[in-house]
């Protein structure tokens, strides 16, 4: 069996899609169609950048959301699964018919907007744990919540050994130096715009809660897994309560990919920009076929 997953936000980079863009006139009339929709060109700050500017939330994730459309358009393939990493949820929806192209782009353009504006308004940040457990992990964070009397809580579960978390910014910084204590390989802060899938994002969450009201969903075609509870559902109202709960909980990827190997998926293409989530099946699923469309 079959998944097709899709990449979230640090898979961007200045070209992005370029090669498509100009070899296949079916990407370039969606692409063009997408600059249309947002009222700005999506695909110039791709192609052009600066690095800077498309690395803002409120372009990197229309950017990779229409990368990655783009390329399954193209394919003549079904899946057996889907999911998403974070924004590349939104990919998934149009991949399993949840949702069509111009609705999964409008709330892309609004949830990139709305995240930024809820970093601006409650400024935090996010650091990659790696080489420990997850539930060391939790504990270090609980720790740094209370001592600094502000949240910060595991927020990517990516793969056996490599967490992210994410919450104010001195309590980041206690849980980096608490998780350097108890022997972690690696703590960094990283360069983001916001502390995302935090409590710190629960402006956004309101602000895509009351547009999502107003959409309606279909039940997916296959499978659809969930970042904030990682199980499979075919239920379109469960998609929606999922999506929504997603921008304030951790993305659950670790187990979302163990309980696709549990339920007989062998085989894994990432579709869209770089290479993040195969990396991330190789170390959480030893003997998985993996291939990808980028």
Aim: charged share 20%; glycine share 8%; aromatic share 6%.
């Amino acid at each position: 069996m079959k998944a097709f997953i899709f990449p979230g936000q640090g898979s961007q980079s200045v070209g992005m899609a370029k090669e498509h863009f100009d070899s296949n006139s079916g990407i370039k009339k969606l692409f063009l169609k997408a600059n249309d929709q947002l009222g700005y060109s999506i695909s110039d700050i791709m192609f052009e950048g600066p690095s800077d500017k498309l690395m803002q939330t409120k372009y990197t994730q229309p950017a990779i959301f229409l990368h990655s459309v783009a390329l399954f358009m193209q394919m003549d393939e079904s899946p057996d699964a889907v999911a998403g990493h974070s924004l590349g949820e939104f990919s998934a929806l149009v991949a399993a018919g949840v949702i069509n192209f111009e609705t999964a782009l409008d709330l892309v353009d609004l949830r990139g907007n709305l995240m930024q504006e809820a970093g601006d308004v409650h400024p935090g940040g996010m650091a990659a744990i790696i080489g420990m457990d997850g539930d060391v992990v939790d504990s270090i964070c609980e720790k740094a919540t209370t001592e600094i009397k502000k949240p910060v809580v595991a927020a990517n579960y990516n793969c056996p050994g490599q967490l992210v978390i994410s919450g104010d910014m001195d309590a980041v910084k206690r849980a980096v130096e608490l998780a350097k204590e108890e022997g972690c390989r690696l703590a960094k802060i990283l360069p983001v715009s916001g502390a995302f899938h935090s409590p710190l994002m629960k402006p956004a969450l309101e602000g895509l809660q009351k547009r999502l009201e107003d959409i309606m969903f279909k039940d997916p075609e296959c499978p659809l897994y969930s970042n904030a509870t990682a199980e499979p559902t075919q239920d379109s109202d469960v998609v929606k309560e999922n999506l929504i709960a997603q921008l304030t909980s951790p993305v659950k990827w670790t187990q979302t990919l163990q309980n696709m190997e549990k339920n007989g998926i062998t085989d894994f293409v990432e579709i869209g920009p770089g290479k993040v989530l195969r990396g991330l099946v190789k170390r959480t699923i030893s003997n998985a076929n993996i291939s990808g469309h980028q």
